[in-house]
């Protein structure tokens, strides 16, 4: 008989990247790709990024988080796990959908890079046009 986890899950996106989250009761760690979230990520600006739906709803200090990532590159998967914590912190308590709401955590970044073209450098850029 397999007993099924019961810990909240949340899977965020951003850009290319995907981040499968999962909380436990705990410390506070954050644990990326088994790597410690300052190792794994590096910046203060990406840190902040990561822990910003813990600090908006007050439980940095509440739960332990890992976090599978892949794809894209460090800022979109910074972004991706922001959305993946959010995501599981509301299965965990419903009550903090206004907080995280409000602070514009639970929406998904659309944005994503747009193809190139032919005939051009990139998507948009074109060729130096000489006249003559």
Do not use: W
Request: glycine fraction near 10%; include cysteine.
């Amino acid at each position: 008989m397999v007993v099924a986890d019961t810990s909240p899950q949340g899977t965020g996106r951003r850009k290319r990247a995907v981040a499968q989250v999962r909380l436990s009761t705990g410390t506070g760690e954050i644990t990326i790709n088994d790597r410690p979230c300052e190792e794994y990520l590096g910046r203060a600006t990406l840190l902040q990024i990561v822990r910003q739906p813990l600090e908006v709803t007050n439980s940095a200090t509440r739960f332990n988080i890992e976090v599978a990532a892949h794809g894209g590159g460090l800022s979109g998967q910074a972004g991706a796990i922001r959305h993946g914590i959010a995501r599981a912190l509301l299965k965990e308590d419903e009550t903090l959908r206004p907080v995280l709401r409000k602070a514009g955590l639970l929406t998904r970044d659309p944005r994503e890079k747009e193809s190139k073209k032919y005939g051009r450098k990139r998507a948009r850029k074109r060729f130096q046009f000489s006249k003559r």
